[in-house]
């Protein structure tokens, strides 16, 4: 089993629909867990980052939270072009400076 | 604030030769931590540095190592190069290592070893 797991995809979702993107982690230690976004070409770029349980909105990202379930989760509300790209799941053991990455999910935005 | 600067951006090699690359992390910031990306492993953690101490260190080799300067500057070396080290490398920067610390990576260099 992979430390930190996502669906490759491609995802597709029509331009103003909400992109739903999951990633599950095997470490119950886990302490801070990262939403990435890279495009073709560049390096990550951090779009949300949370430590507990529940829900972070920040504009239209939603990161979702549940340790119980080892389930961390990106929405996407009102979906556009741009935001295809892949994005990065990425979680933190502890208080060390390691993140540990899946190996991301690629998002279509179809306008 | 700069951003996390990286240089140089690209480098092309042959194998058998070193590499240095260096990192200058946000203003401020004292942790620095390096990643390999490929398209096959995908985005693999290298070492970390915090404070001039390395306190991390990945499943890498020993070809591959790093230091922390005093101004929290980091550079990373890769000795006796392989085809396989052809990489985009990154440097990532954060104020320190606890939970609550997010994590900026730079534009990355990308080295191609022919």
């Known amino acids: 089993q992979k430390e930190v797991e996502q669906n490759s995809g491609p995802l597709s979702v029509p331009e103003g629909a909400i992109a739903s993107l999951n990633c599950t982690y095997s470490?119950?230690?886990?302490?801070?867990f990262f939403w990435y976004r890279q495009y073709s070409g560049k390096s990550p770029e951090l779009i949300m980052f949370i430590y507990s349980n529940g829900d972070k909105e920040d504009g239209r990202f939603t990161a979702q939270l549940n340790k119980a379930s080892q389930y961390v989760s990106l929405l996407i509300r009102d979906s556009q072009p741009s935001d295809s790209a892949t994005y990065l799941c990425a979680v933190k053991p502890g208080n060390t400076g390691k993140l540990i990455f899946g190996q991301g999910t690629t998002l279509q935005v179809k306008p | 604030k700069a951003g996390v600067t990286q240089t140089p951006r690209y480098l092309i090699k042959t194998r058998g030769q070193q590499v240095t690359l260096s990192c200058s992390p946000i203003s401020g910031h004292r942790s620095v931590s390096w990643y390999q990306q490929t398209p096959g492993q995908g985005l693999q953690f290298l070492f970390e540095?915090?404070?001039?101490?390395?306190?991390n260190k990945g499943n890498f080799p020993g070809r591959f190592s790093g230091r922390q300067f005093s101004n929290s500057r980091s550079e990373m070396n890769v000795s006796t190069l392989e085809l396989g080290d052809s990489a985009l490398y990154l440097c990532a920067s954060s104020p320190g290592t606890s939970a609550g610390n997010e994590q900026f990576f730079g534009p990355g260099t990308r080295l191609t070893v022919l």
């Open positions: 540095y915090f404070s001039e101490t390395q306190r």
């Open positions: 470490d119950r230690g886990s302490q801070s």
